[in-house]
Nanobody, 123 residues
Framework: QLHLAESGGGSVQDGGSLRLSCAASAYTASSYSYAWFRQTPGNEREGVAC???????AYATSVKGRFTISQDNAKNTLYLQMNNLKPDDTAMYYC?????????????????WGQGTQVTVSS
C-alpha cells in the first residue's frame, strides 16, 4: 500500500510562487507514475501535471509554462513548483500515483491519493 502526504500549500498574492511537496511512503520511481490534481468546491478534480520514469512530463494547458513537476528519488518526494500564481489557481491540490510506465491527467488513471493541501491566491 502506497501512502501519499502533501504539504506546502498556503496563501499568496497574485503573481507569487509556492512549492508543493508530496512524500511517498514507498517510493519506487521505476514502478509508479505520479501526478498533481486540483479541485474547487462543486467542481470535478482536474489534472495539473504528471511525471513518469525518465522525467517524461505532461501539463494542463492552463498551467504550462508556470508550473513544473519534478521528483527527488533519494527523498521519496514529488514536487510541484508553481510560479506566477493567479486567483484561478486557488484550489485544493492533491498528489496521486499509479503503477504504470506512462502518466495521465485523468483522475480514473490513479488509485493512490493524498489528503490534499490548500492553495489560495488573492488578487
Amino acid at each position: 500500500q502506497l501512502h501519499l502526504a502533501e504539504s506546502g500549500g498556503g496563501s499568496v498574492q497574485d503573481g507569487g510562487s509556492l512549492r508543493l511537496s508530496c512524500a511517498a511512503s514507498a517510493y519506487t520511481a521505476s514502478s509508479y507514475s505520479y501526478a498533481w490534481f486540483r479541485q474547487t468546491p462543486g467542481n470535478e478534480r482536474e489534472g495539473v501535471a504528471c511525471i513518469v520514469i525518465y522525467a517524461h512530463t505532461a501539463y494542463a494547458t492552463s498551467v504550462k509554462g508556470r508550473f513544473t513537476i519534478s521528483q527527488d528519488n533519494a527523498k521519496n518526494t514529488l514536487y510541484l513548483q508553481m510560479n506566477n500564481l493567479k486567483p484561478d489557481d486557488t484550489a485544493m491540490y492533491y498528489c496521486a500515483a499509479a503503477v504504470s510506465s506512462w502518466c495521465s491527467l485523468w483522475t480514473s488513471f490513479y488509485n493512490y491519493w493524498g489528503q490534499g493541501t490548500q492553495v489560495t491566491v488573492s488578487s
